[in-house]
C-alpha cells in the first residue's frame, strides 16, 4: 500500500501541517483499510512519518524501514521561502540536491527516461503551499529520538554514501545512539534519490518479503 497525503497526488484534503499529524493519519488510514499488522517503509519525509506512524501505534507495525532519514532535518530558509513564494527554484534546489552526479546527466535505468525532470514536474504540479509546509514540517520535526526509543521491533536505516540532504555519515552516527536499529549501512554511490532510478535495489536492501522486513546489505 502506497500512500498520498492529503493534498498530495491523488489524495483530496487540506494538507497537514506536521509529521504527527501525518502519522495519525496514516494509522486512520490503516485502520479503515482494516489492517491489523503491517511493516512500514518511507523516504525523506516519509521516514518520519513512518518513524513516528510507528512510535505512536506500536502494537500495528512488525518493522520499521527509513530510507534517507536523519534524526533531524533542517531546512535552509532560504529554501523555504522560495517555495512560499511559489518560485521554480525551490523545486529545483531540491532536485539538484536530492539526485547524484549520475542522475545530472541522465543515468536512468529505462532509456528516454529523466529522473530529476520528472522530479521538478512533479514538485511543480503540486498545489501551491504543498512544498513550502512540507519542507517546514521537516525542518521543525525534533522528535525522532523520542519516537525511536518507543521503538521495539526491528527498524533497518538505508543512508547514501552521497546523500547531501540527509548526508550517510550523520545518518549512521545517529543511528549508532538510537534505540534499536537492527542494521543499517551506506548505499555506495547513492543520493538522496537515487531510490528513484534503481528502486529494486533499494527494494532490495530493505527486504520485503513474504514474512515482512528483513534486514540484507545496502545496496552496492
Not at 532560504?78 to 539526485?99: H, N, Q, R, S
Not at 534519490?193 to 514474512?211: M, P
Request: charged share 15%; net charge negative.
Amino acid at each position: 500500500m502506497a500512500l498520498d497525503l492529503p493534498g498530495h497526488g491523488a489524495s483530496d484534503g487540506p494538507v497537514l501541517e506536521n509529521i504527527s499529524d501525518m502519522a495519525d493519519w496514516v494509522i486512520a488510514v490503516l485502520a479503515a483499510a482494516d489492517v491489523e499488522r503491517a511493516v512500514i517503509a518511507g523516504h525523506s519525509m516519509g521516514a518520519l512519518i513512518a518513524l513516528q506512524t510507528a512510535a505512536s501505534a506500536p502494537a500495528l507495525f512488525t518493522a520499521v524501514g527509513l530510507l534517507g532519514c536523519a534524526a533531524e532535518m533542517p531546512v535552509h530558509p532560504d529554501l523555504i521561502k522560495a517555495a512560499e513564494a511559489g518560485d521554480a527554484l525551490a523545486p529545483e534546489l531540491v532536485v539538484d540536491w536530492g539526485f547524484g552526479a549520475p542522475s545530472h546527466k541522465g543515468g536512468h535505468p529505462q532509456p528516454g527516461l529523466w529522473a530529476m525532470g520528472a522530479g521538478v514536474r512533479l514538485l511543480m504540479n503540486a498545489d501551491p503551499g504543498v512544498l513550502a509546509r512540507d519542507l517546514v514540517a521537516c525542518d521543525v520535526y525534533k522528535d525522532a529520538l523520542t519516537a525511536l526509543a518507543q521503538i521495539t521491533v526491528p527498524v533497518h536505516l538505508i543512508s547514501g554514501d552521497q546523500d547531501k540532504m540527509t548526508p550517510g555519515q550523520s545518518s549512521r552516527a545517529d543511528a549508532a545512539g538510537w534505540c534499536r536499529f537492527d542494521a543499517n549501512g551506506a548505499a555506495k554511490n547513492r543520493s538522496h534519490d537515487d531510490g528513484r532510478t534503481s528502486a529494486r535495489s533499494c527494494k532490495n536492501a530493505v527486504g520485503f518479503g513474504a514474512n515482512g522486513l528483513t534486514l540484507s546489505s545496502p545496496p552496492a
